[in-house]
């Protein structure tokens, strides 16, 4: 094939060999220029199918335009034979690098990986799936250029026709659980492929290894890799919470395509202090060693003054986080020594406090629950534990209620009954010696009438009959026959030692509250606050609660305010709801509207927690909106150009909606 001429190419050497086609490096006689030619393997021209597939990839490429993604000059098709030319990129492919230099700084990883997300995340834009991500798809030229190539077996999200449903196409190490299992493939079939490329960037090792495809394909379907910081101590936290999010077995729990896994990536070298990942990558690409000598002493500097303004801030955790990585790069720096001793020191002291602070709240609590116990006051006296304040409580409402009873001239009758509430009490003694002393001060108050008249003879133990000679006062004489005749029959019950109880109607405090809005109904009668900041009086007994959030669940339940719990508060928040608020990238005039699958109305709550109806809204960035989580189509209009999509806010959390109405025309939806 060296001299071949293929059209207007002329064959110069073979570049590679794969399983549909031979690619060679040839020149455009015509613009003098080098290119690579792909070319469909002979015995594959007879199936239609292969024939599609190829032509597929050119078409696929050729709506692509970016910096990072290898382009198409044209497919052609004569003499039964079948190509591609493609740009030609003077370099090495990625796992070839990687086997010339390992990754030592996970932040050049992320560089690298962020600029290949930005390509695919341009696919995905596009609605094109790669299926295909792997190292030897991803070419490094000699200008410190990332390219992506390769898209063979790329799959456009609008055919329905070409979905290779139930085949197994990809490389087993790289490839998503549920392409592994030959099942249809998304957005996120393409983020875990590249959360592989990201593990094999940050270990150098892939994270699904095994002696034969079987094994490999195994731990992909059950996704069992190692933690990545047990390869490298300069991973922190926040990189393994990005990896994670794009190699969850769940593809619903997965970043949901490359672009919200690029903004990931790239707002972590933000906070790292990278702003300009593509640069930085070029000089890298250039000369590695020279490049990597120079980040670590910019490495070591950063994460030791972090350390020590974490440290002097008393942001111990970070200082912590910063200190570890700074010693990894310079241990013998003396100054990282002591702030990681002193660290140590105050992790040890924590320990010790807190063990002594819980000795010391289970001491109290004993010793509270204890005295609690045998609680003795003006009334009670020590019969068993938890007797006493029971007694003394009973005594305490019975006199308070015969003593307001009388000063407001109301009437009360006691009548005993021989059972005695305690065993081994003095209760019936006191009480009635307590009822006496109440009955004399309102005499000697001389503000009785016939009305407050009390109707208690506790004289029960050797009096048959009324003595009138020592009960009688000057008072006494102006109540009329008719009332000494009341008296009498009082006297007659007291006798028999029949027994009424007394009851006393108290109140106890009751505070609610329920987020991020409800009706609330207390014993079926609306409430006019949603939060009350001060206790509502509730008497004792059982009682009723709802909260009615707005189209969504109810809340009710049952409670009992008491002597065991005469102050109570209850809370709620209905956690389903999900909050929004949109960003629009240009016109102040755009028309937003939100609404069901069934294009219904959304019904949502503003920042005031007010009804409203997400219908013509007018945009504003500091605007936001409650809703309930799930599937919406959203609808915006300049007055020039329209969009309609549907998006997905069924994961509970915070969503940015960011609307586009330039020639993009695009909504994305950013989960923070």
């Given at each position: 094939?060296?001299?071949?001429?293929?059209?207007?190419?002329?064959?110069?050497?073979?570049?590679?060999?794969?399983?549909?086609?031979?690619?060679?490096?040839?020149?455009?006689?015509?613009?003098?220029?080098?290119?690579?030619?792909?070319?469909?393997?002979?015995?594959?021209?007879?199936?239609?199918?292969?024939?599609?597939?190829?032509?597929?990839?050119?078409?696929?490429?050729?709506?692509?335009?970016?910096?990072?993604?290898?382009?198409?000059?044209?497919?052609?098709?004569?003499?039964?034979?079948?190509?591609?030319?493609?740009?030609?990129?003077?370099?090495?492919?990625?796992?070839?690098?990687?086997?010339?230099?390992?990754?030592?700084?996970?932040?050049?990883?992320?560089?690298?990986?962020?600029?290949?997300?930005?390509?695919?995340?341009?696919?995905?834009?596009?609605?094109?799936?790669?299926?295909?991500?792997?190292?030897?798809?991803?070419?490094?030229?000699?200008?410190?250029?990332?390219?992506?190539?390769?898209?063979?077996?790329?799959?456009?999200?609008?055919?329905?026709?070409?979905?290779?449903?139930?085949?197994?196409?990809?490389?087993?190490?790289?490839?998503?659980?549920?392409?592994a299992q030959g099942l249809n493939v998304d957005f996120s079939s393409d983020v875990f492929s590249l959360g592989t490329l990201f593990y094999l960037l940050l270990t150098n090792r892939p994270p699904f290894g095994g002696n034969n495809p079987s094994i490999i394909i195994k731990n992909v379907i059950d996704v069992n890799y190692e933690n990545p910081m047990r390869f490298n101590p300069l991973i922190d936290k926040e990189i393994v919470r990005v990896l994670e999010s794009s190699l969850n077995k769940k593809r619903d729990l997965r970043f949901k395509n490359a672009s919200t896994?690029?903004?990931?990536?790239?707002?972590?070298?933000?906070?790292?202090?990278?702003?300009?990942?593509?640069?930085?990558?070029?000089?890298?690409?250039?000369?590695?060693?020279?490049?990597?000598?120079?980040?670590?002493?910019?490495?070591?500097?950063?994460?030791?003054?972090?350390?020590?303004?974490?440290?002097?801030?008393?942001?111990?955790?970070?200082?912590?986080?910063?200190?570890?990585?700074?010693?990894?790069?310079?241990?013998?720096?003396?100054?990282?020594?002591?702030?990681?001793?002193?660290?140590?020191?105050?992790?040890?002291?924590?320990?010790?406090?807190?063990?002594?602070?819980?000795?010391?709240?289970?001491?109290?609590?004993?010793?509270?629950?204890?005295?609690?116990?045998?609680?003795?006051?003006?009334?009670?006296?020590?019969?068993?534990?938890?007797?006493?304040?029971?007694?003394?409580?009973?005594?305490?409402?019975?006199?308070?209620?015969?003593?307001?009873?009388?000063?407001?001239?109301?009437?009360?009758?006691?009548?005993?009954?021989?059972?005695?509430?305690?065993?081994?009490?003095?209760?019936?003694?006191?009480?009635?010696?307590?009822?006496?002393?109440?009955?004399?001060?309102?005499?000697?108050?001389?503000?009785?009438?016939?009305?407050?008249?009390?109707?208690?003879?506790?004289?029960?133990?050797?009096?048959?009959?009324?003595?009138?000679?020592n009960t009688t006062t000057k008072n006494e004489e102006s109540i009329d026959k008719n009332i000494i005749e009341e008296n009498r029959i009082i006297d007659e019950n007291i006798k028999k030692k029949d027994f009424v109880a007394i009851k006393e109607v108290k109140n106890g405090e009751f505070l609610f509250c329920f987020r991020p809005y409800a009706d609330v109904y207390i014993n079926n009668e609306l409430q006019t606050a949603d939060c009350i900041a001060s206790p509502i009086k509730l008497p004792y007994g059982k009682h009723t609660i709802a909260a009615i959030y707005p189209f969504a669940n109810r809340y009710s339940k049952n409670f009992t305010i008491g002597d065991s719990n005469p102050k109570l508060e209850i809370r709620h928040n209905f956690s389903i709801y999900n909050t929004i608020y949109f960003e629009v990238k240009t016109g102040e005039n755009i028309d937003i509207s939100l609404k069901t699958e069934d294009k219904e109305s959304v019904i949502a709550l503003n920042k005031n927690k007010k009804k409203v109806e997400l219908v013509q809204i007018k945009s504003n960035k500091n605007s936001f909106y409650f809703i309930q989580p799930g599937i919406y189509t959203i609808e915006a209009n300049d007055g020039d150009l329209y969009i309609e999509k549907n998006i997905d806010l069924r994961k509970k959390g915070s969503y940015r909606i960011i609307i586009d109405l330039t020639e993009n025309r695009e909504v994305r939806v950013i989960n923070f």
């Amino acid at each position: 094939m060296i001299g071949t001429e293929i059209g207007k190419y002329k064959i110069l050497s073979e570049a590679g060999f794969g399983g549909m086609a031979r690619v060679f490096l040839a020149e455009d006689t015509q613009l003098k220029r080098k290119v690579a030619l792909k070319l469909l393997h002979e015995h594959l021209v007879s199936n239609q199918e292969h024939i599609q597939r190829f032509e597929r990839e050119a078409l696929t490429l050729a709506k692509l335009k970016h910096p990072n993604i290898v382009q198409v000059h044209e497919y052609q098709s004569e003499n039964n034979r079948h190509f591609i030319v493609n740009e030609f990129v003077d370099g090495v492919s990625l796992k070839e690098f990687l086997l010339k230099q390992p990754q030592k700084y996970p932040l050049i990883s992320l560089m690298i990986m962020t600029q290949i997300l930005g390509a695919i995340s341009h696919a995905h834009e596009n609605g094109v799936i790669h299926r295909d991500i792997k190292p030897e798809n991803i070419m490094i030229s000699k200008e410190g250029e990332i390219k992506v190539m390769d898209f063979g077996i790329s799959h456009l999200i609008t055919e329905s026709t070409l979905t290779m449903t139930g085949s197994i196409l990809g490389s087993p190490a790289y490839m998503s659980p549920e392409q592994a299992q030959g099942l249809n493939v998304d957005f996120s079939s393409d983020v875990f492929s590249l959360g592989t490329l990201f593990y094999l960037l940050l270990t150098n090792r892939p994270p699904f290894g095994g002696n034969n495809p079987s094994i490999i394909i195994k731990n992909v379907i059950d996704v069992n890799y190692e933690n990545p910081m047990r390869f490298n101590p300069l991973i922190d936290k926040e990189i393994v919470r990005v990896l994670e999010s794009s190699l969850n077995k769940k593809r619903d729990l997965r970043f949901k395509n490359a672009s919200t896994f690029f903004e990931a990536t790239e707002a972590i070298l933000k906070k790292e202090g990278i702003l300009s990942f593509s640069n930085e990558l070029k000089d890298y690409f250039k000369n590695p060693q020279e490049y990597e000598k120079k980040f670590h002493q910019r490495l070591s500097t950063r994460y030791t003054l972090l350390a020590k303004q974490c440290y002097k801030r008393r942001e111990l955790l970070k200082s912590l986080n910063y200190t570890t990585k700074a010693l990894e790069l310079s241990p013998k720096n003396k100054d990282l020594q002591i702030i990681a001793r002193k660290l140590k020191l105050i992790q040890t002291t924590n320990h010790f406090w807190s063990f002594f602070l819980f000795l010391l709240f289970f001491v109290i609590f004993f010793t509270y629950s204890f005295i609690k116990a045998i609680k003795i006051d003006e009334y009670g006296s020590i019969l068993s534990l938890g007797k006493a304040s029971q007694i003394s409580m009973l005594m305490k409402n019975s006199l308070n209620f015969i003593s307001s009873e009388i000063k407001k001239g109301g009437e009360v009758t006691l009548l005993y009954d021989t059972t005695p509430i305690f065993e081994n009490s003095d209760f019936d003694t006191k009480i009635d010696n307590s009822i006496e002393k109440i009955k004399d001060d309102s005499l000697k108050s001389k503000k009785i009438d016939k009305n407050s008249v009390l109707k208690i003879d506790n004289k029960r133990q050797n009096s048959n009959k009324i003595d009138e000679n020592n009960t009688t006062t000057k008072n006494e004489e102006s109540i009329d026959k008719n009332i000494i005749e009341e008296n009498r029959i009082i006297d007659e019950n007291i006798k028999k030692k029949d027994f009424v109880a007394i009851k006393e109607v108290k109140n106890g405090e009751f505070l609610f509250c329920f987020r991020p809005y409800a009706d609330v109904y207390i014993n079926n009668e609306l409430q006019t606050a949603d939060c009350i900041a001060s206790p509502i009086k509730l008497p004792y007994g059982k009682h009723t609660i709802a909260a009615i959030y707005p189209f969504a669940n109810r809340y009710s339940k049952n409670f009992t305010i008491g002597d065991s719990n005469p102050k109570l508060e209850i809370r709620h928040n209905f956690s389903i709801y999900n909050t929004i608020y949109f960003e629009v990238k240009t016109g102040e005039n755009i028309d937003i509207s939100l609404k069901t699958e069934d294009k219904e109305s959304v019904i949502a709550l503003n920042k005031n927690k007010k009804k409203v109806e997400l219908v013509q809204i007018k945009s504003n960035k500091n605007s936001f909106y409650f809703i309930q989580p799930g599937i919406y189509t959203i609808e915006a209009n300049d007055g020039d150009l329209y969009i309609e999509k549907n998006i997905d806010l069924r994961k509970k959390g915070s969503y940015r909606i960011i609307i586009d109405l330039t020639e993009n025309r695009e909504v994305r939806v950013i989960n923070f």
